[in-house]
C-alpha cells in the first residue's frame, strides 16, 4: 500500500471541502469509484476514508457511505509549531521584532523542560510577533545548546527560527503543547503594552527531533483578544486535545 | 466490514498502552498476527491502524511496522463536554453548586449562539463546579427551551446535567469548543474568588444533536492554576485543534 496515494485521496478529499466544493451534510463518492477515479484499490481508499474519519472531518463506514460533517480541516503539524507557517496559511502577515538572543546557563525550568542539567548552556530568543503589523504575541524561547547556536548565523527579525532550523537540517518530528491563562507579568506588561495581572493565554511546547531528543521548549503569550484555540469533536472520533487538571 | 471489530482493536491497543503494557517506543504485532489473534480480516485491521495513526497514538505505515509514539491517548467524545465525566475519568470527584437555575428570554449573544431568535426564551444555569472539594470553574450553560425545560424536573447539585438530558432522550452528537483567556468579570470574582481582571481560562462550546440541532451553548471559566488542556502532535498527522486569528 503506498503512502503517498492514501495520503493523496485524503488531501484531494479536504482540499475539495476547503474549496466549498464539498458542503457539510454532503455524500463522498463510493468507494469503489474512489478507486476507479484514483486507479487504486481497497486498501488506499479505506485507509484515506478512515484517516478523514479519525480527523472528524468525514463521518460514515459499516456500509453508510462517508459524509461530510466539518469545514472545518485540521491543521498540519507545522501550524502549531510555527507562527509564521500558520500566519502564511491563513493569509496574514507574520512580523517579528527580536529582544534578545543570549546564550546562558540554563535555570530550572529551562533545564526541566529541555532534560539537560542546571547551569549548562542553552540559547534563549525572546521576540515580539505580529500579525499583519499589530503586535499579537511574546515568544520565549530555549534551545538546547547545539541547535540554538545555529541561530547566531540568522537575523531573527527576518522570518521563521523554525523554517530557518529546518534548512539546518534539524527536523521537528514531534511536539507536545499544553494550553492555559496566565497574568502579564513585568516583561509581557511591557512589551504586548497591557497591564500588569492582564490575562493572556499562554501556548508552552516542547519540539522533539525524530530521534526524541527535545530541542526547544517555547512559552507564547498571547494578548487574548487576537487569538484562540478552537477544535470540533463529534460521538464517533477520539479527540487529541486533553483536558488536564492540576495536582 | 463490522464497525464494532475495527473499534473493538483499536480500543484494545489504546488500553494496552494506558496500562503500561505497551510503552513508546514498543512494536505492535504485525497486521497478520493481528488478523489471527482477532480472527479479523486485513480491512478492520487496517482501519484499526489507520485510526491510532489519524489520532496521533501509533506511527508507521508503508511497510514499516507500526511503533507506539505517545502514551497520551486521545479522550473520548464526552471528556470535553462532560465535566461530571472528565472529573471521574481522571480519577477526581466532581462537585457543583447551583447558584441560578433561570427560564429567561435570550440576549444577543444567547440567541446568537443557539441560532433561535432574540427575546425568545431559553434555559440558564449558572454553576459552580468543584474538583476534590476545591473551586475550579463558574460553568455558564444556556439550553434551547425544549430541553432546558427537560433541567426543571432536575436537581442541579446532584451531578451531571449532560448524562440526565441523555437519560431523557437528548443525543449529544457533535460539539464545537473555543478556547482562550478572559478577565474575571465580577460575577466571576465573586464565586471564584480572584480579583476583578484577573485571567481566567474559557472553554465556551456549542453542543448539536445528531439532527444538528444546536441545544446548548456554555461559558466556562477555570481558576487558571486549576486546569490546562494539552495536545501531543506529530509530523505525520493532522491535528483537529485550529489555532485561530481574531479579525
Not at 458542503?23 to 476507479?36: K, M
Not at 502564511?88 to 532534560?115: F, N, V
Not at 520565549?140 to 527579525?157: K, P, Y
Amino acid at each position: 500500500m503506498s503512502k503517498a496515494m492514501h495520503a493523496a485521496i485524503a488531501e484531494s478529499i479536504r482540499e475539495q471541502i476547503r474549496s466549498g466544493e464539498l458542503a457539510v451534510g454532503d455524500t463522498l463518492p463510493s468507494e469503489s469509484q474512489l478507486c476507479e477515479q484514483w486507479n487504486a484499490s481497497r486498501g488506499p481508499v479505506r485507509q484515506a476514508l478512515a484517516t478523514l474519519r479519525a480527523e472528524g472531518v468525514i463521518t460514515g463506514g459499516s456500509g453508510k457511505p462517508p459524509v461530510v460533517c466539518t469545514t472545518s480541516i485540521p491543521q498540519p503539524f507545522d501550524s502549531l509549531l510555527s507562527y509564521s507557517a500558520w500566519a502564511q496559511a491563513i493569509g496574514r502577515t507574520p512580523g517579528q521584532r527580536t529582544l534578545e538572543l543570549a546564550l546562558r546557563p540554563a535555570d530550572h525550568l529551562a533545564a526541566s523542560k529541555l532534560g539537560v542539567k542546571e547551569g549548562s548552556p542553552v540559547v534563549q530568543v525572546l521576540r515580539l510577533r505580529y500579525l499583519d503589523g499589530e503586535v499579537t504575541m511574546l515568544e520565549r524561547a530555549t534551545f538546547v545548546e547545539h541547535v540554538g547556536r545555529l541561530l547566531f548565523d540568522f537575523d531573527c527579525d527576518s522570518g521563521s527560527m523554525w523554517a530557518y532550523l529546518q534548512s539546518r537540517g534539524i527536523t521537528f518530528a514531534k511536539a507536545s503543547h499544553i494550553i492555559d491563562a496566565v497574568a502579564a507579568d513585568q516583561i509581557d506588561s511591557c512589551h504586548l503594552e497591557v497591564p500588569e495581572g492582564a490575562p493572556l493565554l499562554r501556548q508552552q511546547r516542547t519540539a522533539r527531533t525524530a530521534d526524541g531528543e527535545v530541542v526547544e521548549y517555547h512559552d507564547d503569550r498571547y494578548r487574548p483578544e487576537t487569538i484562540s484555540f478552537s477544535l470540533e469533536n463529534t460521538l464517533d472520533v477520539r479527540t487529541a486535545l486533553l483536558r488536564n487538571a492540576r495536582s
